[in-house]
């Protein structure tokens, strides 16, 4: 009778990332490209499409919409109230004047993470002189109660000066004309460790690994491998040097997961991946790399200049990942000495399975998949 109440609590631990969260335990992450000199600057914004229309006080029928043309009839049928919240919320100012906003009348919908965002695109007819110019972002704060620890990543090209940064509610204005680098690497290591402690697609994929990797060596040199493997395509990603559209990245990460988990359950009590197990784990490790270079979506080819924060994000996903297997490997290795092992092993595999199972099912035909409906 234990073993059945012990099944439901790994479910309850594990597919949360799976589902729809709700409302009060959702976060996220909302992404501004801005570009301009002057009196006249652009605002490009992704808002997650179900969060905006909560947050917009629309009827079920706008938020609960599903596949693109729904959508995006939604945001046509609903601009005006969706223009009055983003306005009131992402303010543009040059010598702390305030622009004018106006948005365009025709939205796209665009897949981040297997979540639809809506695409909206801002104007912004500014006062003033040569001097800089302010942004300002309180998109889905915490006092709306349907989403928590909102941050904005502003990437912008303004008045000759380009960056990236991170608002929060916490620190919630850019102004060109500071230099912030010291502060980008403290927002972007934060950013990094956020990215992958919830990302249950990451975790999943390092316990799986964790879990047949049965010397402590074998777990350093494993997480070696996949840290060497997703920094590069990280990087190269998130510079512009490859491109690799994530309605192909994000079905093929939870193929990576179901493929490791069932190579430890084949394996019986060894190591499932066997001597494939360094070619394997590089080559999801790049895979990956796609997936958290995805997460920031700086789409400026050979921009350089942001190789700091970039550099930092990854290191914050380097410290997360080691904490996660700082944690997961002392309870597996207790596990393994239990008389449970096997029983524990089978059911943690299962799990893992089904939740990569429904993800890439989901990814590829679900609303939001390329063979969907999105």
Same mark, same amino acid.
């Given at each position: 009778m234990r073993r059945l109440y012990v099944l439901p609590l790994l479910l309850f631990f594990l597919l949360p990332g799976s589902v729809p969260a709700s409302a009060h335990d959702a976060t996220t992450t909302a992404h501004a490209r801005l570009t301009g000199e002057g009196t006249h600057v652009t605002a490009e914004l992704e808002l997650e499409y179900d969060l905006l229309m909560k947050s917009a006080w629309l009827h079920a029928e706008a938020y609960e919409a599903r596949g693109r043309t729904e959508r995006l009839h939604q945001l046509a049928v609903n601009h005006d109230a969706v223009t009055e919240y983003v306005t009131e919320r992402f303010a543009v100012a040059h010598d702390d004047k305030p622009c004018t906003p106006s948005m365009a009348d025709r939205a796209d919908i665009r897949v981040r993470g297997?979540?639809?965002?809506?695409?909206?695109?801002?104007?912004?007819?500014?006062?003033?002189?040569?001097?800089?110019?302010?942004?300002?972002s309180a998109l889905f704060p915490d006092q709306e109660s349907f989403v928590h620890s909102?941050?904005?990543?502003?990437?912008?090209?303004?008045?000759?000066?380009?960056?990236?940064?991170?608002?929060? +509610?916490?620190?919630?204005?850019l102004r060109t004309a500071q230099r912030r680098t010291g502060h980008q690497v403290g927002e972007f290591f934060l950013l990094g460790t956020g990215h992958l *402690?919830?990302? %249950?697609?990451?975790? %999943? %994929?390092?316990?799986? *690994?964790?879990?047949?990797?049965?010397?402590?060596?074998?777990?350093?040199?494993? +997480?070696?491998?996949?840290?060497?493997?997703?920094?590069?395509?990280?990087?190269?990603?998130? *510079?512009?040097?490859?491109?690799?559209?994530?309605?192909?990245?994000?079905?093929?990460?939870?193929?990576?997961?179901?493929?490791?988990?069932?190579?430890?359950?084949?394996?019986?009590?060894?190591?499932?991946?066997?001597?494939?197990?360094?070619?394997?784990?590089?080559?999801?490790?790049?895979?990956?790399? %796609?997936?958290?270079?995805g997460a920031l979506?700086?789409?400026?080819?050979?921009?350089?200049?942001?190789?700091?924060?970039?550099?930092?994000?990854?290191?914050?996903?380097?410290?997360?990942?080691? +904490?996660?297997?700082?944690?997961?490997?002392?309870?597996?290795?207790?596990?393994?000495?239990?008389?449970?092992?096997?029983?524990?092993?089978?059911?943690?595999?299962?799990?893992?399975?089904?939740?990569?199972?429904?993800?890439?099912?989901?990814?590829v035909w679900g609303p939001a998949g390329p063979l969907g409906s999105a």
């Open positions: 297997g979540k639809a965002f809506a695409v909206l695109t801002l104007a912004y007819d500014c006062a003033g002189g040569g001097g800089e110019h302010t942004v300002s909102t941050k904005t990543l502003v990437t912008y090209e303004l008045d000759g000066r380009e960056g990236s940064v991170v608002l929060s +509610a916490a620190d919630p204005t *402690l919830f990302g %249950l697609d990451h975790v %999943l %994929l390092l316990t799986a *690994l964790v879990m047949g990797a049965r010397r402590l060596r074998d777990v350093l040199v494993t +997480a070696t491998a996949f840290t060497a493997a997703h920094s590069i395509t990280f990087l190269l990603a998130a *510079l512009g040097v490859v491109d690799v559209p994530g309605a192909l990245v994000e079905p093929v990460i939870a193929a990576s997961i179901v493929v490791v988990a069932v190579a430890n359950l084949l394996g019986r009590g060894e190591d499932g991946l066997g001597k494939w197990r360094l070619p394997v784990v590089f080559a999801f490790g790049l895979i990956h790399g %796609l997936g958290f270079a979506d700086i789409r400026e080819p050979g921009s350089w200049g942001l190789l700091l924060p970039l550099l930092s994000f990854n290191v914050g996903i380097e410290a997360a990942q080691l +904490a996660v297997i700082a944690v997961l490997f002392p309870l597996l290795a207790l596990a393994r000495r239990t008389p449970a092992a096997r029983w524990v092993a089978v059911t943690l595999t299962a799990v893992i399975v089904t939740v990569g199972l429904y993800w890439f099912l989901d990814r």
